[in-house]
């Protein structure tokens, strides 16, 4: 009897530590960067109602800009991290500007899941003796709208 009890306990051991396993990798699995190589649950932006249909381009980045640089840097070989890190950090720069802007401070918090940027015109003040000055349209969707309230004030 007492051996057969041992085995049971085993087997329920052992089937719990393989239940936890599954769970585990799932989780993993989720919340992986590369889960966005299998696209986005989200097939249309929601902000495409703001965009006139005469706009040359839009383009719309339906995923947050954090998980983006994850898999950047997930799917870049060990010795090019640092470069793509370096890359990305420029990026954002650049994107700023001259603000007194920081983006893990000021813009990451409250930033959401979709970024659509369209150009509305391509010449905006139609007048063609100072040159073309393009229209722009920028979209995003926040997780906090009390901070993007904020960072807009």
């Known amino acids: 009897m007492k051996l057969r009890s041992f085995f049971y306990l085993l087997g329920t051991i052992a089937a719990g530590l393989f239940l936890i396993g599954v769970i585990g990798f799932g989780w993993l699995f989720a ?11 989200q097939t249309e932006p929601s902000a495409i109602i703001f965009v006139p249909k005469q706009a040359p381009v839009m383009a719309s980045l339906l995923v947050s800009p954090d998980r983006l640089e994850s898999l950047r840097l997930v799917t870049a070989a060990p010795k090019d991290r640092q470069q793509a890190r370096l890359e990305l950090t420029q990026l954002k720069q650049n994107l700023l500007g001259n603000a007194d802007l920081d983006y893990k401070r000021d813009i990451q918090p409250w930033l959401g899941d979709e970024i659509t940027l369209a150009v509305t015109t391509l010449d905006l003040d ?28």
């Open 31 to 41: 919340h992986s960067p590369f889960g966005l190589l299998k696209g986005s649950s």
């Open 126 to 153: 139609r007048d063609p003796e100072n040159g073309q000055q393009p229209g722009y349209f920028l979209a995003v969707a926040t997780k906090d709208a009390k901070r993007s309230r904020e960072f807009c004030s």
